[in-house]
């Protein structure tokens, strides 16, 4: 059973980083595809970043120039770096993993908790 624990949610003023992380576990790392989500409240969720297993990069609108995403193999683990944040970017961030979709879809099957990052102007 794969499992995504999400963490490096916090409080930061704008202008200021944050660096997401998401650990997988119960499978094989390497062969699913990633991505994070954001979800404000009172609003959809939103597709931020997502990276293949070939490690092929796609961003969402909100994110282009501010934040990459990455993946370490060797520790199951894929990162948002986030900077230049600002207000806007409050919400909870959820990372997601699917054998098959990609990209901007909710059609992945498994997701993290969530973590809140909250920027203050």
């Known amino acids: 059973q794969v499992q995504l624990v999400d963490s490096g949610g916090g409080l930061v003023q704008a202008g200021g980083s944050l660096r997401l992380s998401c650990k997988y576990s119960?499978?094989?790392?390497?062969?699913?595809?990633m991505a994070w989500f954001r979800q404000a409240p009172g609003k959809e969720r939103e597709f931020v970043a997502g990276?293949?297993?070939?490690?092929?990069?796609i961003y969402g609108d909100s994110a282009k120039g501010r934040f990459t995403i990455s993946r370490d193999n060797a520790k199951n683990t894929v990162y948002l770096q986030m900077n230049s944040l600002n207000p806007e970017d409050t919400a909870v961030y959820y990372c997601?993993?699917?054998?098959?979709?990609?990209?901007?879809?909710?059609?992945?099957?498994?997701w993290g908790q969530g973590t809140q990052v909250t920027v203050s102007s």
């Open positions: 997601a993993a699917d054998y098959r979709a990609q990209g901007a879809t909710m059609a992945y099957d498994y």
């Open positions: 119960g499978g094989i790392f390497s062969r699913y595809n």
């Open positions: 990276i293949t297993w070939g490690r092929s990069t």
